[in-house]
């Protein structure tokens, strides 16, 4: 079970250190949505009542593709991949807490071989920056699809 929550917080930790988040403005609330799913760019909520739209991009690229489409977009300090930065760079390795993209690989896999009977690592693709999707499935039987109930962790959930 421990290793199972630190496969979801590991994920979560992954997410947050790729994506940084954006606050949009907006007075034509569909438009706005409109032009930032034909950028690709991820909305996580939408408030119809204050107009405020919250997106997450994946660098300053994006960020300036929103302006130059005219979204009123802001960022917002991203305090997890702050404090990543810094627990990284503080050069303590006992304050090391978050993987790089390589070690999160290799953990992935070193699970995946250490518990074959209850873990299966899928690699579902490739994401637009060149990195390899995974995903962990868990399970008491893990070859076997069952009629039980399921935990799907989408990378839309913020």
């Known amino acids: 079970m421990k290793r199972l ?3 979801i917080s590991l994920c979560l930790q992954v997410i947050l250190l790729i994506a940084d988040p954006v606050h949009i403005s907006s007075w034509n609330l569909e438009q706005d949505i409109e032009k930032l799913n034909s950028m690709n760019i991820s909305i996580d909520s939408v408030n119809r009542n204050t107009g405020k739209i919250i997106a997450y991009i994946r660098n300053d690229d ?4 929103m302006l130059a ?3 009123d977009a802001v960022k917002v300090p991203n305090l997890a991949k702050e ?3 810094n627990q990284n760079d503080s050069g303590d390795p006992n304050r090391a807490y978050y993987y790089s993209l390589t070690q999160y690989n290799t953990f992935m896999q070193e699970t995946a071989t250490a518990y074959p009977d209850i873990c299966q690592l899928v690699h579902t693709g490739t994401s637009v920056q060149g990195r390899p999707l995974y995903f962990m499935k868990i399970s008491d039987n ?6 039980e109930p399921e935990l799907r962790y989408v990378s839309s959930i913020h």
């Open 5 to 7: 929550l630190l496969i």
């Open 62 to 65: 994006e960020f300036n593709s």
């Open 69 to 71: 489409a005219g979204l």
């Open 83 to 85: 404090n990543a930065q």
């Open 142 to 147: 893990v070859g076997v699809q069952e009629n």
